[in-house]
């Protein structure tokens, strides 16, 4: 029922800058908490940064934090992740998930398919 889909991965050096967004469509977007999650090889998949359905508040990997921010449009039914100061250990596929629980959530119901993040040193 619910489609995401995720857009704007690429390569860039390290101490770039990518901005990552997810299109949601088939649901009531502004019910969904949306999270970013990223798997490089040979990796788990890990959290990176979530923003709620009610308050919109935002939650971030220790790893990212200062450096990365998450974003919704409820408009566009869309979310960004926008990715600065970027290191070659950011390079993973990058997945967007949406979840019907309040605060930060637990579990995720929907997923995208992934977008490739290089960063070159």
């Known amino acids: 029922q619910v489609q995401l889909v995720e857009s704007g991965g690429g390569l860039v050096q390290a101490g770039g800058s990518l901005r990552l967004s997810c299109a949601a469509s088939?649901?009531?977007?502004?019910?969904?908490?949306m999270g970013w999650f990223r798997q490089a090889p040979g990796k788990v998949r890990e959290f990176v940064a979530v923003i709620t359905r009610n308050s919109g508040s935002a939650y971030y990997a220790d790893s990212v934090k200062g450096r990365f921010t998450i974003s919704r449009d409820n408009v566009k039914n869309t979310v960004y992740l926008q990715m600065n100061s970027l290191k070659p250990e950011d390079t993973a596929v990058y997945y967007c998930?949406?979840?019907?629980?309040?605060?930060?959530?637990?579990?995720?119901?929907?997923w995208g398919q992934g977008s490739q993040v290089t960063v070159s040193s």
């Open positions: 088939g649901h009531t977007f502004s019910s969904y908490a």
């Open positions: 998930a949406a979840s019907l629980e309040y605060g930060p959530p637990k579990r995720y119901d929907y």
